[in-house]
């Protein structure tokens, strides 16, 4: 896939606990991401945070937290991150998660896969 200049950065934070069907939630969003066939995603996993709830999360070894932030990061061209935007709103809201969903812009330099026959 060619992927180069002006696209959409889809960015969603959701807990560490969310489910669907007994799997985490940000493996089941990364999964439909790749079946609906866009560009990449990436999970990080926070260490402090508080949202709407206005609870704090924290990695702290004294405080431990049973939901910790996790942020899954989708890139592709925006016709694609808006297809997949209304599946999303589905799954959040059919699993009762709270959380925060963002675009922007970005400008992809350079997408290509790793050369492994280079060594």
């Known amino acids: 896939m060619a992927l180069k200049g002006e ?17 985490p939630l940000y493996e089941v969003i990364v999964h439909m991401a790749k079946d609906a066939g ?10 402090l945070s ?8 924290t990695a702290k070894i ?4 049973q ?9 592709d061209k925006k016709e694609a991150i808006y297809a997949f935007l209304h599946k999303l709103d589905e799954l959040l809201e059919a699993n009762g998660c ?14 290509a896969p790793k050369n492994l026959e280079k060594k």
Do not use: W
């Not at 004294?62 to 937290?65: A, D």
């Not at 939901?67 to 890139?75: A, G, H, N, S, T």
């Open 50 to 57: 508080y949202g709407a709830s206005n609870r704090i999360h």
């Open 7 to 23: 696209a959409q950065l889809l960015r969603i934070y959701i807990g560490e606990q969310d489910q669907q069907d007994h799997k």
């Open 98 to 111: 709270g959380g925060l969903v963002t675009i922007e812009t970005v400008k992809i330099l350079k997408y």
């Open 38 to 47: 866009l560009a990449g995603a990436s999970v990080f996993k926070g260490v």
């Open 67 to 75: 939901d910790m932030p996790m942020v899954i990061e989708i890139v």
């Open 62 to 65: 004294f405080e431990l937290s």
